[in-house]
């Protein structure tokens, strides 16, 4: 059972993903009982390139209760949407018309396809099957299933984070206005054949053998779709009474506004708690160099502001560490940078 998602959003090049990295590890240092997902929804992966081995779209045991995974969203999406494809094609082609037509069986076939659907809703999918411990994520059937009990979500930048939070919601809307705009790409090719074939429309337009059979596919993708408006409505609950956002900034002004608007957007999915002001300029190195000092100039002016928008929340720091936080033990570093000696309820449920 799911105890804490924890999403790390903000603009792209900030370090979310090193900062999502250092925590999930931070964790797994000190809740060795507890299993541990760390999973990257941004589209330029790097959790292999942190953790220096290959991650790729499979779960990967990265310590002894860590795992992580950088998913294909066209790999799970053809996974995932197959059967409903498939219902929604033969649907499609046992409908008067458009199932006497080869050329249109062909485009439904070709066309009807994970390829189409929208990046944002694949993500969704993969994501919504995790966290209601899913099974079938597991691309390796002879794996045995985990139940994570923390996951460290790295997710996009603001626009598609908030899709990826819109979409459990909406889902059924989504999926239906997909549906739609393909039926209306068929009614067009459909249109091209009419001034060939007005003679046999009339027949094609009257009852056809199969209708019964269309009927009941007609059934299985309705409950499909209610199923699966069952689990968004679940997870969407899930979010709300398990999620912690995270917003990962630089000091410097696009990325602070960026944060404002992430949290203006997000507030209505998922309970912000805390702001990591990130890649501080040390004072030490400001006093060496001129170009130092004016960055870190700069950076406390925005610090100061970033500071005074959001009081009310638990706000981290962490200084441009000498060293890339890569591995095992460049991510323990950065953690500490981060976090500090804290207790671990102080990052799971971080306070003012």
């Known amino acids: 059972m799911i105890e804490r998602i924890i999403v790390l959003g903000g603009k792209g090049g900030v370090g979310k993903s090193t900062i999502s990295a250092a925590t999930a ?16 929804f941004d589209i330029a992966h790097n959790i292999s390139d942190l953790f220096t081995r290959e991650v790729g779209d499979r779960l990967t045991r990265l310590t002894d209760n860590l795992w992580g995974i950088e998913p294909d969203p066209n790999v799970y999406a053809e996974e995932y949407t197959k059967e409903f494809h498939d219902k929604m094609r033969a649907l499609m082609k046992r409908t008067p018309i458009v199932g006497q037509i080869p050329q249109i069986k062909k485009f439904i076939d070709t066309t009807m396809t994970a390829d189409s659907i929208p990046l944002a809703l ?5 994501f919504q099957k995790i966290l209601d411990a899913d099974s079938s994520i597991y691309r390796d059937k002879h794996v045995e299933a985990i139940d994570f009990d923390i996951v460290v979500a790295d997710f996009p930048p603001t626009g598609n984070m908030i899709t990826l939070f819109e979409i459990p919601e909406d889902q059924i809307r989504v999926l239906l206005k997909y549906s739609l705009n393909f039926f209306n790409s068929i009614r067009g090719a459909v249109k091209k054949f009419q001034s060939t074939m007005i003679k046999p429309i009339a027949k094609l337009l009257s009852p056809v053998s199969g209708e019964d059979t269309r009927r009941e596919i007609g059934k299985e993708v309705f409950k499909m779709l209610h ?12 979010i709300h009474k398990k999620g912690s956002l ?16 992430a949290r203006d957007l997000s507030e209505k999915y998922i309970t912000l708690d805390g702001v990591h002001i990130n ?66 309820d102080d990052i799971i449920n971080p306070k003012k």
């Open 25 to 40: 590890v931070a964790l797994s240092d000190m809740l060795p009982d507890k299993k541990i997902l760390l999973i990257s």
């Open 122 to 126: 694949k993500n969704s999918m993969f």
């Open 227 to 238: 199923d699966m408006e069952e689990r968004g409505t679940r997870i969407s609950e899930l």
């Open 246 to 261: 995270r917003l990962v900034t630089i000091a410097e002004k696009p990325s602070f506004e960026e944060i404002k608007r």
């Open 279 to 344: 890649m501080l300029t040390p004072e030490k190195s400001a006093k060496k160099c001129e170009y130092c000092g004016k960055m870190h100039d700069l950076q406390h002016k925005y610090m100061s502001e970033i500071k005074q928008e959001f009081d009310y929340l638990k706000i981290w720091e962490s200084h441009k560490l000498q060293d890339e936080p890569i591995g095992l033990d460049g991510l323990r570093r950065l953690a500490r940078e981060v976090y500090g000696d804290v207790n671990v």
